[in-house]
Nanobody, 115 residues
Framework: QVQLVESGGGLVQAGGSLRLSCSAS????????MGWYRQAPGKQRELAAR???????EYSDSVKGRFTISRDNAKNTVYLQMNNLKPEDTGVYYC?????????WGQGTQVTVSS
């Protein structure tokens, strides 16, 4: 049973933009902190951006000022707007939902930035 569904990845030139979407079931969305992680080829998965308790946002230093995480509560959807993309942003981007009991991961969506 798929709990998180991502979309929006693709191929883009350096300097371009993409917007990723992650749709969750209402049960998961309402009980979890949502976020985006990414994994570059040959590297470990790392945080890109996420919501944390109290409505605060957290961004990795490498994406600050270029990426924006947002959400639409009516649609149970989280977005990642990625601007000024760089080749080093290339990787698989995963939606994440976590609470004190469980963590869910999406299937991942590929983002490729050409130089």
């Amino acid at each position: 049973q798929v709990q998180l569904v991502e979309s929006g990845g693709g191929l883009v030139q350096a300097g371009g933009s993409l917007r990723l979407s992650c749709s969750a079931s209402e049960r998961i969305y309402s009980s979890s902190d949502m976020g985006w992680y990414r994994q570059a080829p040959g590297k470990q998965r790392e945080l890109a951006a996420r919501f944390i308790s109290g409505g605060r946002l957290e961004y990795s230093d490498s994406v600050k000022g270029r990426f924006t995480i947002s959400r639409d509560n009516a649609k149970n959807t989280v977005y990642l707007q990625m601007n000024n993309l760089k080749p080093e942003d290339t990787g698989v981007y995963y939606c994440n939902a976590r609470n004190s009991l469980i963590t869910y991961w999406g299937q991942g969506t590929q983002v490729t930035v050409s130089s």
